[in-house]
């Protein structure tokens, strides 16, 4: 069956891992649906977060190929109803006359802030589930949504497990 899936993959915090992970869906002709990387508790090792669409083949290949890659210490295929995860958004709106009330109520109804604002724009950040930024972004367009950047899915293991201790990595080393 094809749907959306997200792979966490702990990472050497090293030039050019990024280019290899991201070579390796663009070799197989697979698309990346979003991308998020950041260091982790250790600065040693980075998290890169990936969100694609594909089957259960498609899955289980990201997942092995990504573990055979030299710099890669864990692969984890995050289970949605194990894990939790936000995207974050900043986007650009239309604020002439009246609009600006109906604007500002939209931003607050999402849980949003007002990040810059001038007589003919607001700009607000959105933080929530892909869902939520989808909506917002629905919600929005009639207003003019003059520009939009999303930052892609990041999440993490529910709980008090997490990928450092499944990768048997030590966060302090």
Same mark, same amino acid.
């Given at each position: 069956?094809?749907? /959306?899936?997200t792979?966490?993959v702990i990472?050497s %915090?090293?030039? =050019? +891992?990024?280019n290899r992970?991201?070579? @390796?869906?663009?070799?197989?002709n697979?698309?990346?649906?979003?991308?998020?990387?950041g260091?982790?508790?250790?600065p040693?090792?980075?998290?890169?977060t990936?969100?694609?669409?594909?089957?259960?083949y498609?899955?289980?290949?990201v997942?092995?190929?990504?573990e055979k890659?030299h710099?890669v /210490?864990k692969?984890v295929?995050l289970?949605?109803? %194990?894990?939790v =995860? +936000?995207e974050?958004?900043l986007?650009? @709106?239309?604020a002439?006359?009246?609009?600006?009330?109906d604007i500002?109520?939209l931003i607050?109804?999402?849980?949003?802030?007002v990040m810059d604002?001038s007589s003919?724009f607001?700009?607000?950040?959105?933080?929530?589930?892909?869902k939520?930024?989808?909506?917002?972004?629905e919600?929005a367009?009639?207003?003019?949504?003059?520009?939009l950047?999303?930052?892609?899915?990041?999440?993490?293991i529910?709980?008090t497990?997490n990928?450092m201790?499944v990768?048997?990595?030590?966060?302090e080393?």
């Amino acid at each position: 069956m094809i749907g /959306k899936f997200t792979v966490s993959v702990i990472v050497s %915090n090293h030039f =050019g +891992v990024l280019n290899r992970v991201s070579g @390796l869906y663009a070799k197989r002709n697979y698309n990346i649906d979003s991308l998020a990387v950041g260091e982790t508790e250790n600065p040693a090792y980075s998290r890169i977060t990936i969100v694609s669409t594909g089957d259960d083949y498609m899955k289980e290949q990201v997942v092995r190929q990504l573990e055979k890659l030299h710099d890669v /210490k864990k692969v984890v295929l995050l289970d949605p109803e %194990n894990s939790v =995860g +936000v995207e974050h958004m900043l986007i650009k @709106l239309k604020a002439e006359g009246e609009a600006k009330a109906d604007i500002s109520q939209l931003i607050n109804d999402y849980g949003g802030s007002v990040m810059d604002f001038s007589s003919d724009f607001i700009t607000a950040e959105i933080t929530g589930s892909s869902k939520k930024i989808d909506s917002f972004i629905e919600a929005a367009r009639p207003l003019g949504i003059l520009e939009l950047c999303r930052s892609g899915l990041i999440a993490m293991i529910q709980g008090t497990k997490n990928i450092m201790s499944v990768a048997n990595l030590d966060p302090e080393e």
